[in-house]
């Protein structure tokens, strides 16, 4: 009888983490990255044949051993930010705007047209007010469309907007070739070379500074609008629970489609930055996949602005890094996706690690 | 005694935390036979049914299946043993057909076959009587359909024993009719049913035995032939507890609220609230008494506009120069904005009233972050209030900027409670504020309400515990199935009497007022 | 307008763009109906298709002489290297959003990034061990027996052409379709995985192993997109790996899961649909150049169109699984 009663418990159980310490919880983040430095070192000494030690001097050699080298840092950072900035109040409403990519794009497309179309039209400072509207206005209307019919109809947003990317890409494709130069090259070329109407001014003669200082205003600005505005509280309510926000009086509709304006606005603005002010050309691949790499900035970040600066350090720093790598032992560019790819699994897995607690069951008392 | 229980429960105990949920229980039920049951909300019956199927293990105390002892760590485990349960929330897949929810999950070895499945699921609803097309979905079924489903569910994995929770809260009078008659097919066909419920008349009318649970703990087991509604109520409740809380008597009552005609019904036809009238006193403490589930909600919800009432309905409310305002028809924000306030402290606690990854000054704005004309919060006064609540309801918390979320379930709901206090209302609704609280902070809250109550606040309180609402409220009034079936003073209020208003089938009690009136 | 030759060549097209998306949307419906949105799809089918053409590398570069190679091994090695990938992609994705409970979006998105990046990465590495002068590698002997058609195919006029002049994983793609259709629709499994990606507290409830069968669909859903990627590689493109050449059909595989409203059947002349639309341009005389661009759009205007049609009829039926996108954890208590 005894022995039948005997209860088998398994060895340990899986709870959720009432709380946790932040230090604790940045502990553990630092140990995940820890963790993937040296995965992604030992698979870089598997592919290079290198010792680790040099491969990581060689990614910090990659980002700082030159001024210039730190500028390509600190714009790739930047450019992630903005974008990582435009999704998150998408993403703290719970709307999973993954069309940031086509967002930029067609900012970046709108900014281009003006660009060309008023090039040699309109004078320096207003062709520049133009392509600001223009391209806010681009990418707010790419948002729109999807956060409309996720208002009005509840249609699967994440689906939406992930098509909507692609809708733009065909979009760019086709005016890529409408504004060929030289024809039949497949590319736009840089757009304005001699007259260089349109090109966003340099500041401190330095090409980088102004995509600097505009994303870092932005940073500032959606910490303060997601913190201290009335906006800011009323998609957070929304995003936490949709019927507590009808409860206390929320246009639960409204707020979406503003929200997205605002999430694609800023998209707009990463495609301006992007065109107007360093690359001067268009291709299907001028947003470059930061649409999709600022999904995980924001989510890593816990949609906090402030902890994405941090967060797109960290990717622009393996990005660069990992195509220094590249290019001192010969490897392909792709490289720098497969450090990325093994930071983020180590990264989003450390997550778990944070809200969860596992449990171990202590041994039965003895039955006497 | 020489044929074994079907099912022996001796000496169950069973704590969650703080909370004894069941002390020392003991139960037995014959094959063939229909048990019921009975107690107030909160009285343990569904815990202990529940380490019966699996879901809770008993932290004390032996569990016997004719006459063997068994153990039982999971609903699987249960299903050895032949017992099925059917909860309150029905757990069924919204887009599947009956006869796939029924065969869910069952791997009998044989080749899978929905014909032949829904073949042997039709001999049963044959033999006892179901009535139900096994070839509907769910999300076209009503309530009571989607009950059949779960029941034949059970019968289908060959349960012998089977517990119902509550299994006629959520029917019509005709419907629950016709349950009765496939428990008694079942009974027929030497089954056991224990059936989990606190409506007296339905016990009476479906089971052999009735077992009565008080606050946890076990009392007794009678025949039901030999019991009556009276016997029953006053086994239920119990002696009057003193509980010494201080009441004021109220001073110069002025109509706040005249509620006339208040009817709801829901989307699919059920009444919820049939022809409520009342009047509701500044400076008054009017109790709300009824089994839960009985329209409390529906009545708050209607006063503060969530709700949507039938036409006819009029809700006065008197500002402070005395003039009439009608609330019906008004929105939320509207009637919030007269001063009436609601806090409705819902099951899972942090419901529509809070908000739970936000912290409690953030919760403290949730319906004041309008104020001003910037376009930013003002965290300035939220911040004064939640950590002048923290301080006077002694919330136990790390700080103002820690989300509700991580607090317990009595913090969160003085934080609730507190909030909607510091509006200053000229009308407050409470729902059970003081579930889940231990006795201190219970007497916390009561004083709040009386102090309110001192101030001039007519006072809306609905609550569970009968002891309570005699000792605290001036005048309780009693909901029953969406109807009020009287209204009793505070001060001279018996708790069988509150029982049996709550529980009398309404029906039954028309009938008695008749027969009161031809005696006259 | 049309001459029928051109309608025969223009169908039998549309299906060879068609297998790989089928082969995608195929495996992603076997794992969406599990609750598990797996946006690394993209990723893996550049896994698989990379996992074949390595399989084929070394199998081809064994041998002494190209004459050596016997059909067997040709296929199997290339086909159990694209498994092998693509069945550990999908291991890491359940890993990552099954066992720890990740957000499927982000570990989907990231899993996108890194098996397109581990494609291109040893695609161009091999690029660098054959030395060759283009950007590509060329695996012809290998493809020669995935490419391999039926003898008489040709003796058959049209209808040998549209329907006989496929490579045997064409014909692969669309049994497997129709096994994962009646595997939903008529099997015990199949109720289970639905139950599961429905509401898995239910199926839970039930008895079903919510863990397992998650990780089952979605790592035989990935098995089935990889070999998308072998197609790919081998039928459609003759044994060529160019990087970036396998361009976005992930995505339109992912497109192709909501035109077919989650159903494997649907999704066979779904792909063939879309398939049809990815090279209409071809066929419509005096398309310009431009005007080609505007064309490939039109997969997925169709199915943002057929996505805002299935919202607003809310028929059951037809929508996404319930818990799709969420992770299950059983409160214990």
């Known amino acids: 009888m005894q022995n039948e009663k005997k209860v088998r418990e398994p060895l340990f159980h899986i709870a959720k983490r009432p709380a946790i310490a932040w230090h604790k919880a940045w502990g553990i983040r630092a140990l995940s990255i820890l963790a993937a430095l040296i995965f992604a070192g030992i698979v870089a000494m598997a592919l290079t044949g290198e010792n680790p030690l040099a491969i990581y001097a060689t990614m910090i050699k990659g980002c700082f051993s030159s001024e210039r080298?730190?500028?390509?840092?600190?714009?790739?950072?930047?450019?992630?930010?903005?974008?990582?900035?435009?999704?998150?109040?998408?993403?703290?409403m719970h709307f999973w705007n993954i069309g940031a990519e086509g967002q930029v794009l067609i900012g970046g497309l709108a900014t281009a047209a003006c660009m060309i179309y008023f090039g040699d039209k309109l004078p320096p400072w207003?062709?520049?007010?133009?392509?600001?509207?223009?391209?806010?206005?681009?990418?707010?209307?790419?948002?729109?469309?999807?956060?409309?019919?996720?208002?009005?109809?509840?249609?699967?947003?994440?689906?939406?907007?992930?098509?909507?990317?692609?809708?733009?890409?065909?979009?760019?494709?086709?005016?890529?070739?409408?504004?060929?130069?030289?024809?039949?090259?497949?590319?736009?070329?840089?757009?304005?070379?001699?007259?260089?109407?349109?090109?966003?001014?340099?500041?401190?003669?330095?090409?980088?500074?102004?995509?600097?200082i505009v994303v870092l205003a932005l940073t500032v600005f959606m910490y303060i609008y997601l913190k201290y505005s009335k906006h800011g509280y009323e998609l957070t309510v929304v995003g936490e629970s949709e019927n507590t926000a009808r409860y206390i009086g929320v246009n639960v509709n409204k707020v979406i489609i503003r929200t997205m304006l605002l999430s694609g606005a800023i998209c707009g603005i990463a495609g301006l930055l992007l065109v107007g002010g360093t690359d001067h050309t268009i291709s299907t691949t001028t947003a470059g996949g930061r649409g999709f790499t600022a999904i995980m900035v924001s989510w890593l970040a816990k949609f906090n602005p402030l902890y994405m600066?941090?967060?797109?350090?960290?990717?622009?720093?393996?990005?660069?890094?990992?195509?220094?790598?590249?290019t001192i032992f010969h490897l392909d560019q792709a490289f720098s996706d497969i450090i990325s790819g093994i930071i983020l699994f180590f990264i989003i897995g450390s997550e778990f690690f944070i809200n969860y607690q596992i449990k171990f069951t202590k041994p039965a008392k003895e039955v006497k | 005694?020489?044929?074994?229980?079907?099912?022996?429960?001796?000496?169950?105990?069973?704590?969650?935390?703080?909370?004894?949920?069941?002390?020392?229980?003991?139960?037995?039920v014959k094959r063939g036979e229909i048990l019921a049951i009975l107690g107030e909300n909160g009285s343990g019956k569904t815990t202990l049914m529940n380490m019966v199927s699996g879901i809770y293990f008993p932290d004390e105390g032996k569990i016997f299946v004719d006459g063997k002892e068994v153990v039982i760590r999971s609903p699987k485990d249960a299903f050895d043993y032949k017992i099925g349960m059917i909860h309150q929330h029905f757990k069924l897949v919204d887009v599947f057909t009956a006869t796939e929810n029924i065969v869910l999950g069952i791997n009998d070895g044989e080749k899978f076959n929905i014909k032949e499945a829904q073949k042997k699921v039709k001999e049963i609803t044959d033999r006892y009587g179901f009535q139900i097309d096994l070839n509907k979905k769910i999300y076209e079924m009503s309530v009571s359909e989607k009950q059949t489903v779960e029941i034949i569910k059970v019968l289908y994995r060959g349960a012998d024993i089977l517990i119902l929770d509550e299994p006629t809260a959520v029917l019509t009078p005709q419907e629950t009719q016709k349950l009765f008659v496939v428990l008694r097919n079942m009974r027929a066909d030497n089954k056991t049913v224990v059936i989990i419920t606190h409506k007296l008349h339905e016990v009476l009318a479906?089971?052999?035995?009735?077992?009565?649970?008080?606050?946890?703990?076990?009392?007794?087991?009678?025949?039901?032939?030999?019991?009556?509604?009276?016997?029953?109520?006053?086994?239920?409740?119990?002696?009057?507890?003193?509980?010494?809380?201080?009441?004021?008597?109220?001073?110069?009552?002025?109509?706040?609220?005249?509620?006339?005609?208040?009817?709801?019904?829901?989307?699919?036809?059920?009444?919820?609230?049939?022809?409520?009238?009342?009047?509701?006193?500044?400076?008054?403490?009017?109790?709300?008494?009824?089994?839960?589930?009985?329209?409390?909600?529906?009545?708050?919800?209607?006063?503060?506009?969530?709700?949507r009432a039938d036409k006819g309905a009029s809700i006065i409310y008197f500002d402070p120069e005395g003039n009439e305002v009608q609330l019906v028809g008004k929105t939320p924000k509207a009637i919030r904005n007269l001063g009436i306030a609601l806090s409705f402290v819902p099951e899972d606690r942090l419901g529509m009233g809070l908000v739970g990854n936000m912290d409690i000054i953030d919760n403290m704005m949730l319906r004041s972050y309008k104020k001003g004309k910037t376009e930013f919060l003002d965290r300035k006064q939220p911040r004064a209030l939640a950590e002048e609540i923290i301080e006077s309801l002694e919330v136990v918390t790390p700080s103002a900027t820690t989300p509700v979320r991580r607090l317990s379930g009595g913090n969160v709901q003085k934080v609730l409670v507190g909030r909607e206090i510091s509006l200053n209302p000229r009308v407050l609704m409470v729902a059970y504020p003081v579930r889940g609280l231990d006795i201190n902070s219970s007497y916390m809250i009561y004083n709040l309400i009386s102090k309110q109550k001192d101030q001039g606040v007519s006072i809306i309180f609905v609550g569970e515990d009968l002891d309570v609402l005699i000792e605290l409220c001036d005048r309780i009034m009693v909901i029953n199935s969406g109807e009020?079936?009287?209204?009793?003073?505070?001060?001279?209020?018996?708790?069988?009497?509150?029982?049996?208003?709550?529980?009398?089938?309404?029906?039954?009690?028309?009938g008695d007022e008749e027969v009161a009136e031809d005696a006259k | 307008m049309f001459s029928s030759s051109v309608i025969i060549t223009f169908l039998q097209r549309a299906v060879i763009q068609g297998i790989p998306l089928l082969y995608g949307s195929t495996g992603e419906i076997l794992t969406e109906k599990s609750g598990n949105l797996n946006l690394g799809i993209p990723g893996i089918m550049y896994m698989g298709g990379i996992g074949g053409v390595i399989g084929a590398f070394l199998y081809e570069n064994s041998l002494a002489s190209k004459a050596d190679a016997n059909a067997f091994l040709a296929i199997c090695i290339p086909l159990f290297s694209t498994i092998l990938f693509s069945f550990l992609a999908g291991l890491l994705y359940c890993f990552l959003t099954v066992t720890l409970r990740a957000n499927q979006n982000v570990t989907g998105l990231a899993l996108t990034t890194f098996g397109v990046g581990f494609g291109n990465f040893f695609g161009a590495s091999l690029v660098k061990l054959t030395k060759a002068e283009v950007p590509s590698v060329a695996l012809t002997t290998t493809s020669a027996f995935f490419t391999k058609k039926l003898p008489f195919a040709a003796n058959l006029g049209w209808f040998g052409k549209i329907f006989l002049s496929y490579g045997f994983l064409a014909y692969a793609a669309i049994v497997i379709a129709i096994v994962v259709a009646i595997f939903l629709t008529k099997t015990r499994g199949g109720l289970h995985l639905r139950a599961v990606g429905e509401n898995p507290a239910t199926a839970d409830a039930a008895g079903i192993n919510v863990n397992r069968s998650k990780y089952l669909a979605t790592c035989i859903g990935s098995v089935i997109a990889g070999l998308g990627g072998l197609y790919y590689v081998m039928d459609y493109a003759n044994g060529v790996w160019s990087n970036e050449g396998f361009g976005d059909r992930g995505w339109l595989a992912i497109a192709l899961v909501i035109f077919a409203v989650w159903r494997p059947n649907f999704a066979i002349p779904g792909s063939i649909v879309f398939g049809g639309l990815y090279i209409i341009y071809l066929f419509i005389p005096g398309v310009s150049l431009r005007s080609q661009e505007l064309f490939k759009m039109l997969p997925y205007v169709v199915t943002i169109i057929v996505l805002i049609m299935v919202s607003i009829r809310k028929k059951k039926e037809n929508q996404p699984p319930a818990s799709l996108g969420l992770s299950y954890f059983r409160e214990d208590r």
């Open chain 1, 69 to 92: 080298r730190i500028w390509m840092l600190l714009q790739t950072l930047v450019m992630l930010l903005c974008v990582s900035l435009a999704v998150t109040p998408a993403f703290k």
């Open chain 1, 126 to 212: 207003l062709l520049i007010i133009v392509m600001v509207i223009c391209s806010m206005a681009a990418g707010a209307i790419w948002a729109l469309i999807p956060a409309i019919f996720k208002a009005k109809f509840n249609t699967n947003e994440t689906l939406f907007t992930l098509m909507m990317n692609y809708v733009g890409i065909q979009l760019v494709s086709y005016f890529v070739i409408v504004w060929e130069n030289p024809k039949g090259s497949g590319h736009v070329g840089v757009i304005n070379q001699v007259s260089q109407a349109g090109w966003l001014p340099t500041i401190g003669n330095q090409k980088y500074m102004l995509s600097v």
């Open chain 1, 309 to 326: 600066i941090a967060t797109s350090f960290l990717l622009a720093f393996f990005e660069r890094g990992a195509s220094e790598i590249s």
């Open chain 2, 1 to 28: 005694m020489s044929k074994p229980y079907a099912l022996e429960l001796k000496g169950i105990t069973k704590v969650f935390g703080s909370i004894v949920a069941n002390k020392d229980v003991d139960m037995s």
């Open chain 2, 206 to 307: 479906i089971s052999d035995r009735v077992s009565i649970m008080r606050k946890g703990k076990y009392i007794d087991t009678v025949i039901t032939a030999e019991a009556t509604e009276q016997s029953l109520t006053e086994a239920m409740v119990g002696e009057k507890v003193s509980l010494n809380i201080e009441r004021k008597e109220p001073e110069n009552l002025q109509e706040r609220l005249v509620i006339k005609d208040l009817s709801v019904t829901a989307h699919d036809g059920k009444q919820l609230l049939k022809d409520v009238c009342f009047t509701a006193y500044g400076g008054e403490i009017l109790g709300i008494a009824g089994i839960s589930g009985s329209g409390q909600k529906e009545l708050l919800e209607s006063v503060a506009g969530l709700q």
């Open chain 2, 484 to 510: 009020i079936t009287g209204i009793v003073d505070g001060k001279s209020a018996k708790k069988e009497e509150l029982g049996l208003l709550m529980t009398k089938s309404t029906h039954e009690i028309e």
